[in-house]
């Protein structure tokens, strides 16, 4: 019948017009893996030229990239260690700080941040590990979340 | 008074606990997190003139947070409403299609054509 057929594409409007009108409302609810990303670049910003060999006293430029995909702001923390090769961790490294970053980031949203430093010590085989920790709001403090490492000898 | 970069530091974790209980209630908190990167960088640059910015911009942030709070929440509060009048107003009209919407679709089709003449 020639009504049932009208009636059907009336209906199929109607939901195609509710979809429409609850989307922006399901958008903001919709549950996503919450997870964070760290990644060390190069001296240019890409994934190569890293250092491997350096002098003590060399300024060594790297750039860290850090991406939130948390589903909502964040407050990052990354702790740069320097870890005598050899040292068995598994997490949070108990070695000498050379520097601390932090960085507030948007739901979605990444960064690559320039880091300069340089190595007093002559040391061989180093674990350069970039720890990354995010506030965490319910413990009112910071909790370990990542790390990235780069390994180089100083000489 | 001076205030201290380490003093600083622990300001702004409680302060994103206050960021994120707005994000939460549906505020734009995105202008905050360049102001909170701008906090940061200026407590790493050090000196007593970039800690004191620093300190009068979380006094700032501190105010602008619970005004982003509060438009979040009606912001939610509009949206809430909206959705679901319109809803109601869809689901109706779709009832009404269902039970009445042979008798005006005929209803319809007969008073745009009763003027029609049938010829043979």
């Known amino acids: ?15 195609a017009m509710g979809a429409i009108t609850a989307y922006p409302l399901l958008s903001t609810i919709v549950i996503i893996e919450p997870h964070s990303e760290i990644g060390v670049l190069g001296p240019k910003g890409i994934i190569s030229d890293y250092p491997t060999n350096v002098k003590t006293g060399e300024p060594i430029n790297l750039f860290i990239y850090i991406g939130n995909n948390e589903g909502r702001a964040q407050y990052y923390r990354i702790i740069i260690k320097l870890v005598p090769d050899g040292s068995n961790n598994t997490g949070v490294a108990n070695a000498e700080t050379i520097d601390t970053v932090d960085l507030f980031l948007m739901g979605g949203e990444n960064k690559e941040i320039s880091i300069n430093f340089s190595i007093s010590q002559p040391k061989n085989n180093l674990q350069l590990t970039f720890e990354l920790y995010t506030y965490n709001p319910e413990i009112h403090s910071f909790a370990y979340r990542n790390r990235a490492k780069l390994w180089l000898s100083v000489t | 008074m001076a205030v201290s970069s380490d003093e600083l530091v622990l300001q702004l974790g409680p302060l994103y606990e206050e960021l994120n209980r707005a994000e939460k209630s549906g505020g734009n908190v995105a202008p905050i997190v360049v102001e909170l990167n701008q906090c940061v960088t200026l407590i790493k640059l050090g000196g007593e003139e970039n800690l004191r910015k620093a ?32 809803l109601l107003i869809l689901t109706v009209l779709g009832f009404i299609i269902l039970i009445y919407g042979s008798r005006i679709y005929w209803t319809l089709w007969y008073r745009t054509k009763r003027n029609w003449v049938v010829e043979s």
């Open chain 1, 1 to 15: 019948m020639i009504d049932d057929e009208i009636k059907i594409i009336s209906i199929a409007v109607i939901l």
């Open chain 2, 55 to 86: 300190s009068n911009l979380i006094a700032l942030i501190r105010n602008k947070i619970s005004l982003i709070q509060e438009a979040g929440i009606s912001q939610t509060t509009y949206l809430y409403q909206k959705t679901g009048i319109t």
